[in-house]
């Protein structure tokens, strides 16, 4: 493969795009697909949920603990699917999601039950935001 046909493949044919069997590179049309039963899409969001629970796992066991899970961006924002995936089976750990509540989440704020041992939360993020501040801090160090 040339230097341009393997920048295409990892910038415009891999992550969520390849995953689904070329769908889309969109978690939301993903989502849509699985759906409607398209195993290449329910694949896809079911190894994306599986990821971020290693990871979870992985920090937990490093930090001794897990105190809360957060999640934002425009997935941990807007995927009830993912959120209720990713807090699947972590009961043990102490993750107990409120599935009504993670359903139809308030715009910011708590979707564990009361009195679970790890808090789950939704957080909005202005990525935009935080881009143009680390801009500016950057020029200001020039």
């Not at 899970?69 to 107990?96: D, M, Q, T």
């Not at 308030?106 to 041992?117: A, E, V």
């Amino acid at each position: 493969m040339t230097r341009d046909e393997i920048e295409i493949l990892y910038a415009k044919q891999s992550g969520f795009l390849g995953m689904s069997g070329g769908i889309s590179s969109d978690l939301r049309d993903i989502e849509k697909a699985a759906d409607t039963g398209n195993e290449d899409a329910i694949n896809a969001v079911a190894s994306y949920c599986y990821n971020i629970k290693k990871t979870i796992g992985a920090y937990t066991v490093a930090m001794g603990g897990l105190d809360a899970i957060a999640f934002a961006g425009g997935i941990g924002e807007n995927s009830a699917a993912v959120r209720y995936k990713v807090c699947e089976g972590l009961a043990f750990l102490g993750v107990n999601l409120d599935t009504e509540t993670n359903e139809n989440p308030p715009d910011d704020g708590i979707l564990s039950q009361p009195g679970s041992k790890v808090t789950v939360l939704r957080i909005f993020t202005n990525e935009e935001i935080v881009v143009a501040r680390k801009a500016m801090d950057y020029l200001k160090k020039r």
